[in-house]
């Protein structure tokens, strides 16, 4: 049941994603950064009895932490003026990205993780 039901969140999501455009929703740098964070944190936690659980833990942490990064970036840039929405919108839905990594990556380890 469990396979089951993330794949009925995973089909919602993805026809979501289509709807909108799916490019929008592809960042390789945010990824990477939710889950390196998520590998660092269940390192750090060091208990192999919930492996699976500390490294969804951490994909939120991350996720969180990359959005404030991104927004530390956006308004820390000299040269970014925040009336221009061709350049803010973007940069918004980059920021915004590792949040919605963050808790995709906890929604599967919901699911693998043993009750």
């Not at 794949?7 to 026809?15: K, P, T, V, W, Y």
């Not at 061709?86 to 963050?102: F, I, N, R, S, W």
């Amino acid at each position: 049941m469990k396979i089951l039901g993330i794949g009925i969140c995973f089909a919602i999501m993805l026809g979501a994603f289509l709807q909108i455009g799916p490019d929008l929703f592809l960042d390789i740098n945010s990824a990477i950064f939710v889950l390196g964070g998520a590998t660092g944190f269940l390192v750090m936690k060091n208990k192999p009895e919930n492996h699976i659980r500390n490294f969804g833990q951490g994909a939120v942490y991350f996720g969180w932490l990359g959005t404030v990064v991104g927004l530390i970036a956006i308004t820390g840039t000299p040269s970014f003026v925040w009336g221009d929405v061709e350049k803010t919108g973007p940069a918004l839905a980059v920021a915004m990205l590792t949040v919605l990594y963050g808790y995709m990556v906890k929604l599967v380890t919901i699911a693998l993780a043993e009750d």
